[in-house]
């Protein structure tokens, strides 16, 4: 059982904000890692329970979603369930739904949130990895004001950010991908609780040439990995089988331990984002 906490129920981001400022509390969102996770042994190797924590849950309108200017925003209370509909088009809806589904179970995607999930920081976590390969950002508030982080820089370890501890995540922000993008997700896993390892990609394809590409790692180290040479590799080729076992061998090698899992995982992310290109390349070998 989780061990006895001062709690607050917050009625305005201004609680949240004021509660946060003695540097000791934690905010409680969906609670499946601030609460179930300890109860699972599947926390941090050290886990330090909260002192006093700052429940977000009954403060409304924190459950947006918008889509402007080519950002999709997510707010501190949109479950993980949210992206099983279609909440924003293109290959950005495709691979959110994609991806969702492999998150624990229908419980855990009902309460969690994508934020917190961000927040935590589990090294094994989808929604950071999505983060980093497309290239979101993340918005932090404080009682004297607000700074916008790129999620590449946001992780610094382990369940570690340079989130400071009075800072709330109030927003995450999403690119929504070009047209003539195909995205793909595999994964390798064995329990309801986080996978081996996994592998997501997009292509974005024009005139059966790849104009750019994104490959993001899941548990392939202490922080959410880009594979960046791996994509540079695709760009500028057709979207042929040759290319994708290339960038596939090529992301393998920012992994050090089960590469052989990574080339796989790669391969069938590369291969699903290519056949779900809308327009462009036909989804055969170019
Ligand atoms: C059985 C089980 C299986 C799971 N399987 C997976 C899985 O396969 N893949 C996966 O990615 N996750 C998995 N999870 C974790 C789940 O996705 C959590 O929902 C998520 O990691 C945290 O979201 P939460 O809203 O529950 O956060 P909480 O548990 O409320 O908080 C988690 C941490 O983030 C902080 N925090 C939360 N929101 C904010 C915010 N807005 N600003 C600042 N700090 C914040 C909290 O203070 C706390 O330290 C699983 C959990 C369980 C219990």
């Known amino acids: 059982m989780p061990e006895a906490f001062e709690y607050i129920a917050a009625r305005s981001v201004g609680d949240v904000l004021d509660a946060l400022a003695d540097g000791r509390t934690s905010v409680l969102a969906g609670g499946q890692s601030l609460l179930v ?46 992206f099983e509909a279609d909440v924003v088009g293109g290959a950005l809806g495709d691979l959110m739904r994609l991806v969702v589904c492999h998150i624990g179970h229908p419980p855990v995607r009902a309460r969690g949130t994508m934020l917190g999930s961000l927040a935590y920081a589990h090294p094994a976590a989808e929604w950071p990895v999505v983060a980093v390969a497309l290239g979101a950002h993340l918005v932090l508030a404080t009682t004297t004001g607000r700074r916008t982080v790129p999620a590449v820089s946001f992780y610094t370890g382990p369940f570690s950010t340079v989130r400071r501890p009075d800072e709330l995540l109030i927003e995450a922000w999403l ?76 992301a393998a090698e920012a992994d050090g331990r089960g590469q052989q899992a990574f080339r796989v995982l790669v391969r069938r992310a590369l291969t699903q984002a290519r056949n779900r290109v809308r327009t462009g390349v036909p989804a055969a070998e170019a």
């Open 175 to 250: 690119p929504v991908l070009p047209e003539s993008t195909g995205a793909g997700y595999a994964e390798d896993r064995r329990t309801t609780i986080y996978p081996q390892a996994a592998a997501l990609a997009t292509l974005t394809v024009v005139d059966g040439v790849v104009t750019g590409a994104a490959i993001g790692l899941v548990n392939a180290g202490p922080c959410p990995v880009r594979a960046r040479t791996a994509e540079r590799e695709l760009v500028g080729h057709p979207p042929s089988d040759t290319m994708i076992n290339a960038a596939a061998d090529c």
């Open 37 to 82: 996770e300890p109860t699972l042994g599947s926390g941090p190797p050290c886990p330090e329970p909260p002192l006093r924590v700052v429940d977000i849950n009954p403060i409304a309108g924190l459950d947006t979603l918008t889509e402007a200017d080519g950002v999709l925003r997510v707010g501190p209370l949109v479950r993980h369930d949210a």
